[in-house]
């Protein structure tokens, strides 16, 4: 909306009025909408057509990725950024692959290539990052991503997705959990490769100081 504060039109998304002397109401503060970034407008845009081409309401995608509505509002409006978990569980939801909703690479000839990866966030409640690879690749067969673990930043959620997962460990040591498996220890220069359909995470170890990993994801 666009308001008049103090004589002067702002843009704002709500308007909160405090009392002032002797209980007059005459004290503003608009709460500024805040700016979508190209990124955010990009992706945004992506869940919409796929959304509407495969005529799916923004009731039953709620429904159906266990993601509230006004949240899929926002994402659509470039409003927020969703994490790798949003992304993988719109993606789910609307039977494609997560590399449908992010920036594809560069492409010369029979090679493609990043030059400035996509960086996204994990999950969101956690403050981890990936840096985004492969998106999807030219089949949507792989996906790549270089995932960044800071000790502080939040505890990273649980993963199931079609497809297999490998993991290699660049620097640092990462725990791989995997439902139904013992925990593994995993250290620089070591790697792993279970079913990414059986529920998993990979964190720090208690204690643990920050570390890098490959991940690379085969679809089914």
């Known amino acids: 909306m666009t308001t008049l504060i103090n004589g002067v039109l702002r843009r704002c998304e709500t308007v909160r009025v405090h009392p002032g002397p002797r209980g007059r109401w005459d004290t503003f503060t608009c709460v500024s909408r805040p700016e979508p970034t190209p990124e955010a407008l990009e992706v945004g845009r992506a869940i919409r057509e796929c959304r509407t081409a495969r005529r799916v309401s923004m009731a039953v995608l709620a ?115 995997v439902e139904g498996e013992e925990p593994l220890l995993l250290r620089a220069g070591r790697s792993a490769h279970h079913r990414g359909d059986v529920p998993h995470r990979c964190s720090l170890p208690e204690g643990g100081a920050a570390a890098r990993t490959l991940l690379v994801i085969a679809n089914a």
């Open 63 to 177: 429904t159906r990725s266990g993601l509230s509505q006004p949240f899929l509002s926002q994402l659509e409006r470039g409003l927020a950024t969703p994490s790798l978990s949003s992304i993988y569980r719109i993606a789910e939801a609307l039977d494609v692959t997560p590399g449908t909703f992010l920036r594809p690479p560069e492409r010369a000839g029979v090679v493609s290539h990043e030059s400035d990866p996509q960086v996204i966030r994990v999950s969101e409640a956690a403050g981890q990052v990936a840096r985004v690879l492969i998106p999807g690749g030219r089949s949507g067969l792989m996906e790549a991503y270089e995932h960044h673990f800071e000790p502080g930043r939040g505890e990273r959620g649980w993963f199931s997705h079609p497809g297999e997962d490998f993991l290699y460990v660049l620097e640092g040591e990462v725990l791989l959990e």
